[in-house]
């Protein structure tokens, strides 16, 4: 009886978000001056053709995977901010891995090697942010944002000093790599089976380590009340270590695909910002891990087709982040409510 | 000031914390007001220093009634407090500690622009009237606790005070302050400001004031003139006759836990034991008032506060800096009394805990099915009123605990306690302790802290006595009386206690 009632009442708790989300996003628009009718086809039309259906798929990867190394935070108790620079470390790593093999090795194995750099750059930089967390007692927010910046400004420092352009440097990055080592896409378009696949088989080992195994159990207790996970005889601080790895690892994976994937070359917007948007999302999912695969998919559907926005109304692309934005705010909202009573 | 508390009543849920108090302080005088923790006297004191507000009653302040309302109407009517934790800024310094709390803008003394030269004046010259040497540059985090005691009585005189409250003012500061702080309240008193005493330590009591009401339960249940016999007020603060022992004998022969010259040190409390041997087996109750040391002791033993120096052995085997796994291993179980904060992990299940238990040593996944049955097990045996998959949160405290039980490592060689039956009703926590007893008899050594005096004496087998951070030899309970086991809470050791002497 109680349960059912609980039921009703959280369902219709989550339909009012929705209805209060959609209301506030409608206004916004209004506000912006165009209609919701026109804002929704324009997106539609931004997603509908196969080149830019590919990219969504595209960006959907790396998304993936960052949600997916978030849930690992998220499960104890942290806010990885530092998703952004383990993301970019990544993929620096990545890039130095290939600008030493694409000619002296097979090209898969050149891309194999990529990739293992990838991770281990991110796990280091996550694992970074874990030991200033433990040990420093910095708190992960602010450890996260500074390696975010030392990261960003690492990037910066390679595209226009010792890895740039023979003849210019420039923002538009580091010299494209060679077609052989990059990843094989399906037909013309930006979309990568191996991105999809590697995404796909994140979200499904995050799910079972979550829920089927010894470490993801000691990660929600350590999550939930440090101290009694430690007296119960958990290895609490080195469960803190392993989650900044692990989230720092996949985002390394998703590094490693920009690089490989995307745009082919180290550039200085290299993470393009996935980092936050996973963030967005890890908030949004909450403990539904499996949500994850629907929420990014329309997350990177919002962001491609946004594009069309300034194109056929004249609106700036940013309000897909602001429908973005406010899902979650409202999402986060509604718990917080529920959590009061 | 006079201060007059008529019919003073304040409810905290279910806790009457304060029921139909009446004290009088007259001016120029120190009132103590004493008794054991949870007597209420801390809730009294807050309401007259405006921190919390009251039910019912009345304060009367020099013959006409005052409205108290928040720290700084206390403060307007000439009533300032010092907290048992200073409440002050660590890391802003002396100086600026001082002129906090003024009203800007008012006169002088008070401008919008800080008046430095004219607060550094009027500090040193208070400090050198009471005898306070105080660098007004020094950052407050560098003083002692007595220094900032000092300085936070001088900030409270120059705010305009003529009564000063003080509660426990003589917890974690050395000997030598404590006869200055003495001498400076004395001083005080003498110079017509009333002042409130709040303390658990007969001495200091018998020493410092004119007036004492004793308190228990939330209620008055006496007043004396001092110097009164200490026996008249040891029977107040604890009020009856003690418990009868009724524990069968499970102690062994063998040895379970040794320490030697074990010092324990933290900001406010160093704990001293030269040697202590326990055997196998027994039972020993930490009595005292909460606060004096003994959940230090616990938690070393636990292995979960390393020692500042000296050596700890559990069967034998020397567990000094030992990690705290191989304490686990080597059978130590904890029992705090905050159970959702120390014991048990929010928002998980029995199962989930059961699970946590089994993970320990493996990484692999989790078999559900068969935690499922280990779960039904426990959960019947130790008679938990939940299911597997119950939120911790949302078992009753007896539940909880039984859980918590549940849950302990087998073979379970030395088991810590922190108030095993809080919260509990009375059948539970008869159960628990059969069941505690039974662990003894199969050879677990208990250590336990109560502050129910008749929890220790039924069950324990010797009693160690804490008192501010000095712990007592130990004492067989068949020996034990009421009053000497008040005295010695109350901080009088017959002989010179555990410590190596000082």
Request: aromatic share 8%.
């Amino acid at each position: 009886m109680e349960n059912n009632q609980l039921k009703i009442k959280d369902y219709s708790l989550r339909f009012g978000t929705l209805i209060l989300t959609f209301l506030f996003i409608t206004l916004i628009i209004f506000l912006a001056g165009a209609s919701p009718k026109e804002v929704f086809v324009a997106l539609w039309q931004g997603i509908s053709s196969a080149d830019q259906f590919a990219r969504v798929l595209s960006t959907l990867a790396p998304l993936l995977l960052c949600a997916c190394g978030l849930v690992f935070t998220f499960m104890a108790g942290l806010y990885n901010l530092g998703i952004e620079g383990q993301i970019i470390m990544g993929a620096i790593a990545t890039t130095f891995a290939l600008r030493i093999f694409q000619d002296i090795i097979p090209s898969y194995l050149a891309i194999l090697l990529g990739i293992i750099f990838g991770i281990a750059g991110g796990a280091l930089w996550g694992l970074f942010a874990g030991v200033l967390n433990v040990y420093g007692k910095v708190n992960e927010i602010f450890a996260g944002l500074g390696l975010n910046f030392v990261a960003q400004g690492l990037t910066l420092y390679l595209v226009f000093g010792p890895w740039k352009r023979p003849g210019v440097a420039s923002m538009s990055g580091t010299e494209q790599f060679k077609e052989t080592v990059w990843l094989p896409t399906i037909g013309n378009t930006e979309a990568s089976p191996i991105a999809l696949i590697l995404a796909v088989l994140g979200l499904v080992v995050t799910a079972i380590v979550i829920r089927g195994t010894y470490f993801g159990l000691q990660l929600r207790a350590v999550g939930q009340n440090l101290r009694a996970s430690y007296v119960l005889g958990i290895p609490a601080y080195s469960r803190i270590l392993g989650a900044f790895a692990i989230c720092g690892a996949l985002g390394g994976i998703a590094g490693s695909l920009q690089v490989l994937a995307v745009f082919h070359r180290l550039i200085p917007n290299i993470s393009s910002n996935l980092g936050f948007l996973a963030l967005l999302i890890g908030m949004l999912v909450g403990n539904g891990i499996l949500w994850i695969l629907p929420v990014a998919f329309f997350f990177s559907a919002l962001n491609v087709g946004s594009l069309q926005l300034p194109l056929s109304l004249q609106l700036e692309s940013s309000l897909a982040g602001v429908i973005q934005g406010s899902l979650v705010l409202f999402v986060l909202l509604a718990r917080a409510f529920n959590n009061i009573k | 000031m006079k201060i007059e508390l008529r019919n003073i009543t304040k409810r905290f849920g279910n806790v009457l914390a304060n029921d139909d108090v009446s004290v009088t302080v007259e001016a120029g005088t120190i009132h103590g007001i004493l008794g054991e923790n949870g007597a209420g006297k801390s809730t009294l004191v807050k309401i007259i220093s405006g921190f919390i507000g009251r039910d019912r009653g009345t304060i009367i302040l020099d013959e006409k009634p005052g409205e108290i309302k928040t720290p700084a109407a206390a403060i307007r009517a000439g009533i300032g407090m010092l907290h048992q934790d200073p409440l002050d800024f660590p890391t802003l310094s002396v100086l600026d500690n001082f002129m906090i709390g003024r009203e800007g803008g008012k006169d002088k003394t008070s401008s919008i622009v800080l008046p430095k030269k004219l607060a550094t004046k009027e500090l040193k010259y208070l400090a050198s009237d009471f005898n306070f040497s105080l660098d007004v540059n020094e950052i407050l985090g560098n003083l002692t606790v007595g220094e900032r005691q000092q300085l936070e009585i001088l900030r409270l005189l120059s705010l305009g005070v003529n009564t000063l409250i003080f509660d426990e003012p003589t917890t974690g500061i050395s000997a030598s302050q404590k006869d200055a702080l003495f001498a400076a309240m004395r001083k005080l008193a003498d110079s017509g400001k009333s002042l409130i005493f709040v303390s658990h330590k007969l001495e200091d009591v018998a020493v410092l004031c004119d007036r004492v009401t004793v308190m228990r339960q939330g209620k008055v249940v006496g007043e004396a003139e001092i110097p009164c016999p200490e026996n008249r007020l040891v029977e107040m603060m604890f009020g009856r006759e003690l418990a009868s022992p009724n524990k069968p004998k499970t102690a062994t022969a063998e040895v379970a836990l040794q320490l030697h010259n074990i010092i324990l040190k933290t900001d406010r409390l160093t704990i001293e034991i030269e040697k202590l041997t326990i055997q196998s087996g027994e039972v020993i109750g930490l009595a005292g008032l909460e606060g004096s040391g003994q959940r230090l002791l616990l938690l070393m033993c636990a292995g979960l506060l390393p020692a500042t120096s000296g050596n700890l052995i559990i069967n034998g085997q020397d567990m000094t800096n030992q990690t705290y796994q191989n304490y686990l291993k080597a059978g130590v179980g904890f029992l705090p009394a905050d159970r959702l904060k120390e014991g048990l992990v929010n928002g998980l299940t029995i199962q989930d805990h059961v699970a946590l238990r089994q993970s320990i040593g493996r990484r692999s996944f989790v078999n559900w099915k068969e935690t499922l049955t280990v779960t039904k097990d426990k959960i019947s045996l130790f008679n938990i009123r939940g299911k597997a998959d119950s939120k911790v949160e949302r078992l009753s405290g007896g539940n909880q605990q039984r859980t918590q039980l549940a849950l302990l490592p087998i073979p379970l060689n030395l088991l810590l306690m922190e108030h095993p039956t809080r919260g509990l009703d009375i059948e539970s926590a008869i159960w628990v302790w059969q069941q505690l007893i039974a662990r003894c008899q199969t050879g677990t050594t208990i250590l336990f802290t109560s502050s129910d005096l008749d929890e220790i004496v039924q069950y324990s087998d010797r009693i160690l006595v804490f008192s501010g951070g000095n712990v007592s030899a130990p004492i067989d309970t068949k020996e034990l009386t009421v009053n000497k086991l008040g005295q010695m809470i109350g901080g009088k050791f017959e002989d010179g206690g555990l410590g190596t002497g000082d």
